[in-house]
């Protein structure tokens, strides 16, 4: 297993990083230009969304070849460079593999619609007639989860758009494609892989009705999934790799199998528990307030668990899913720095390896659009609609979209006060965000000892520089409210502790304990006073870290 607790991973989702070419679409040249910059931050992983070849309906979710390079990303030559670049600046290039479905562009799903019964085995086709789908599971961009294939007189199943069509992992010559495909680019130098929705491939034999949800009970860390796992990373000889899965709708038992050592799976998981705070009994398309009792439970259950059965957390908050997380659970407001700051050290101090995603580093906020002309996911175009079937005005809907959009961490990335935030000299395929303002720029943070962006610089030089942030023991500490989560670490004699004010008021807490000896080791307020024994009054989303580490 490859030794990650020092590790932190950045990730880019080239669409909307940085366009080279001028046709508004991000591009791999655009990712070596930036690579000093990545460097100076200090990560040690590129986790690069995927750029292969693609009808784009999900933004390259949808591969329809998992060997070569979409032209508007660039070439083979172009990977190759940044391969080698980055291993020149001491990094690695993890890739994006979404094995639970191909795009029906794929030509396997292209000769199983022309009749080849060997590539429709290599999808989940069942026979029937159109007007009984052969179960009711929803898919998870809405509507059904099945499309009739009337020349087949078959369906096939989609658990995400229906130019996404689920995988046969029960059919061997399939996992052996997919090894294949793995042996193709660790040949090429990758070093790290991504699995999207990793937990979702392996289905039920048998498929039934669910009255009770979508159907996600039935194939969620399915039947034979650790065993699928376990022989993918041995067969493509993986196990020495850094390798992150994306768990949907998973368990704790079943992370800790994931990614404990000794299973030989993988080496950490993403799941998504924290980021479903703040829906409304589990519906992402209804608002709720951020349930805080519920986030530090589930920071408590998911740290302790995963530490007590020896499994591995991928931390973050952001991604090209989610919604910008200082919108999200802080302030965009006169506490836009402190929030931001505050909610970036909350998890890299945590057990684990942090991820941050691009833009994030700088506290860049949601999208703010004011119209549905402005979105382009698939996702948020499909729930538009669905909203106004189910009765919302478009204010009501356009409000929903505002909050959950995963456009909201699609904008382009705002490199400096350009128009095109740097990103592009031509009109971006997505518009900026309509919070774009000069000082949530790299170029007005790069000099400024006080950004956002010199706070992450910290945290990752903090992991490096003491071991007790990569492989200490981490314990929860009691407080008197659910808005602030306090947490120790400790290795042997060294020990910190963190403190988070997650609200936007003053908090008042008690941190007990000795503390000669003690210093802050970082905080988001200049000048504070190390807290004693007594009350201590938390200003506005304040972060603090105590420690006796020299
Ligand atoms: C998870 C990815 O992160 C998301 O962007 C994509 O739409 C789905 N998996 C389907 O591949």
Redesign the pocket.
Known sequence: MADFGDKVVYQIYPKSFRDTNGDGFGDIPGVIEKLDYLQELGVDYLWL?PFFPSPQR??G??VADYRSISPQFGTMEDLENLIRQSRERGMGIML?M?F??TSTRHEWFQKALAGDEEYQNYYIFKEGTPDHAPTNWKS??GGTAWEYVPELKKWYLH???VT?ADLNWDNPGVREELKEILRFWKEKGIRAFRF??INLVSKPGQMEDDFEGDGRRFYSDGPHIHAYLKELVKDAGIADFVTVG?M?STSLEHCIRYSAPEEKELSMCFNFHHLKVDYKDGDKWALNPVDYKKLKELFVEWQTGMQEGGGWNALFWC???QPRIVSRMGNEGIYWKESAKMLAGMIHFMRGTPYIYQGEEIGMQNAHYPSIERYRD??SLNYYQILLEEGKTKEEALEILAARS?DNGRTPMQWNGERYGGFSGEEPWIPMSAAFRKEITVEAQQNDEDSVLAFYKKLIAMRKKYPVIAKGEISFLETETDLVLAYRRELGEQQMIVICNLDGRKQRVIVPGERSGWRILLENYKGREIPLEEMYTMEPYEFMVLGNVK
Do not use: G, P
Request: charged share 40%; no cysteine; hydrophobic share 20%.
């Open positions: 969304t999900d933004n979710y949808d994006d979404v639970n479905h998870k961009f658990l995400y758009d996404q999207d929705v994306e949907s991604n090209h899913d698939v996702e995963r």
